[in-house]
């Protein structure tokens, strides 16, 4: 591939993630030409299809995280000073490559869907997701009763998608929720029912 062919299939992808993050399932081809500053024939020509685009894009966002993953657990925590710090660098991840568009889509996609190399990104994501919240809770900052797809849906679902126009007083309020929920992953989950 020309190396100008090569800059606009980078441009059409990042484009492509930024979209996709922010509208979910709204991205439109025609919205990722316009924001890549290429033509629609273009985007075709490099990805035929939407659901190719959005194949690449989880697949490079994945392998972003993978990356980013494999350093984060290089130094495990010994303490729990270090167990938030890398919890917060966990969250950081999650929120700004995309991981939080990612890890559903992965979790929820019959396996049958994805391609070899998604398969194996989603192995590799989930076994070292596993290997974090492993490493947080030999340190007390989750509790050892919190499962790690469970503590990972809660992460999910309080960040969302990140469409860049959130108001301050949103995220004020996103980051309240996230806090409660990271103090009671830290307590546990209750295994007698408690009366009221």
Request: glycine letters at 8%; charged letters at 20%; proline letters at 2%.
């Amino acid at each position: 591939m020309r190396i100008d062919a090569q800059r606009r299939r980078s441009n059409i992808l990042a484009a492509g993630a930024r979209l996709l993050l922010c509208q979910g399932d709204a991205m439109t081809l025609e919205g990722v030409a316009k924001r890549a500053g290429v033509g629609i024939a273009t985007v075709y020509r490099h990805f035929p299809t939407r659901a190719a685009l959005v194949d690449q894009i989880l697949l490079d966002i994945a392998l972003q995280g993978i990356n980013d993953l494999e350093q984060l657990v290089e130094q495990p925590p010994a303490t729990e000073a270090e167990g938030e710090a890398m919890l917060a660098r966990l969250l950081n991840l999650i929120n700004t490559i995309g991981l939080n568009a990612v890890i559903p889509t992965l979790l929820s996609t019959d396996e049958h869907k994805l391609n070899q190399a998604s398969l194996d990104a989603k192995a590799r994501l989930l076994e070292l997701l596993t290997q974090v919240v492993q490493e947080l809770k030999a340190v007390h900052v989750i509790h050892e009763s919190i499962e790690a797809l469970a503590f990972y849906n809660g992460i999910v679902r309080l960040l969302g998608n990140q469409d860049g126009g959130v108001h301050s007083d949103f995220e004020a309020k996103q980051q309240d929720l996230l806090n409660i929920f990271l103090a009671g992953c830290r307590h546990g989950v209750a295994t007698k029912a408690v009366r009221s």
